[in-house]
């Protein structure tokens, strides 16, 4: 004879939770050490296992139900002939007015209390994987080649076994991440094993913090490109020539401890560099109080164009008319 072990998760739309299913992992574990044989009521969306709706229950000699809360009702009343089990239950109605249980080792019932089963078990860790995409490109013509590359890295991330957390990095539209300043955003990048992303910031701030980034440039050429190749950061793809075993590859050397190390070296390289950028700005705003020193880094400034151009907003509402300067200085501070 069998033992068949249900609880929650072996009904459709329950709210089985992931406590629920470590808790049938352990109790099967158990099962198996006292030298019985199971069998597992699944609902369809677990996959495999049995239909709790079809058993046969003389197949069966114990049912044990896992972990929830339980209610006074007839769920059990089909298996009455077992021997019925519950484990880690919270019980709703006082046991001394019904148990339909021989056996009961209850997380919490009128009569005590215990720890929840879930600190006994032992889960694999997967990977925590920050995922930063960039859904408003700079350039409106350049829209195609962002949804390709967002979309690359959102199919790759389906076929992993890892805690994808989306962290949007805008905040002057509704984050979408419930962020609400730099910090929040940087602090949640900054404790991520790795970083998936398509945004430049995505990338400096997972450097900036030590994290391993894989980074894809949705522009050959792009931005992302040249700043991976300013700091010395090996793992950035262009959209051009990407392939999933590109990202693979980049994945895997991101969680190794090398990468973490490398992430590490290529801030410290970036703010040495940028110590020289804060020297010559100071120095140069100092001189320009200077009315006979000629001003400026020497390369000839533009000439000023009139005409104004819509600009469009992030949720692609009717432009506000700018003038063309202003469009481009956004573009080259965003490009620097």
């Not at 044990?64 to 009702?73: A, D, L, Q, T």
């Not at 109605?93 to 209850?106: C, I």
């Not at 995409?133 to 199919?155: F, G, H, M, Q």
Request: glycine content about 6%; proline content about 5%; aromatic content about 8%.
């Amino acid at each position: 004879m069998k033992v068949l072990v249900a609880g929650w998760f072996s009904f459709e739309k329950t709210g089985a939770t992931a406590g629920d299913l470590l808790a049938k992992d352990l109790v099967c574990d158990w099962v198996k050490q006292a030298g019985y044989t199971y069998d597992i009521a699944l609902a369809s969306q677990f996959g495999g296992g049995v239909d709790w709706a079809v058993v046969n229950p003389n197949d069966y000699s114990h049912l044990i139900f896992v972990c929830g809360p339980f209610f006074r009702s007839n769920l059990l009343k089909r298996f009455e002939n077992c021997r019925l089990v519950g484990i880690n239950l919270s019980m709703m109605e006082s046991v001394d007015l019904w148990n339909p249980f021989d056996l009961l080792l209850e997380r919490d019932s009128s009569h005590g209390a215990r720890p929840d089963l879930t600190f006994l078990a032992r889960e694999r860790s997967v990977p925590v994987v920050g995922v930063t995409l960039n859904r408003t490109p700079d350039v409106p013509r350049n829209r195609e080649s962002y949804e390709t590359a967002n979309a690359a890295v959102e199919r790759f991330i389906a076929l992993q076994e890892l805690s994808a957390v989306h962290i949007d990095t805008r905040l002057d539209i509704t984050n979408t991440s419930g962020l609400r300043s730099p910090a929040e955003i940087e602090s949640l990048i900054s404790r991520m094993d790795v970083v998936l992303t398509t945004r430049l910031h995505g990338m400096v701030l997972a450097l900036k913090n030590g994290v391993p980034v894989v980074a894809v440039d949705p522009v050959p050429g792009g931005k992302i490109c040249r700043q991976a190749e300013t700091i010395g950061w090996p793992v950035v793809f262009s959209i051009d020539s990407l392939t999933h075993e590109d990202l693979q590859k980049g994945l895997d050397y991101c969680l190794t401890e090398v990468a973490r190390q490398k992430a590490k070296e290529c801030s410290q390289k970036a703010m040495k560099r940028l110590q020289e950028v804060r020297a010559t700005f100071i120095a140069a705003m100092d001189a320009s109080s200077s009315s006979t020193q000629q001003w400026g880094d020497g390369r000839r400034r533009g000439s000023w164009v009139a005409e104004n151009v819509p600009l469009a907003s992030a949720q692609n509402k009717p432009g506000i008319p700018l003038p063309h300067l202003v469009r481009r200085l956004i573009r080259i501070l965003k490009d620097g």
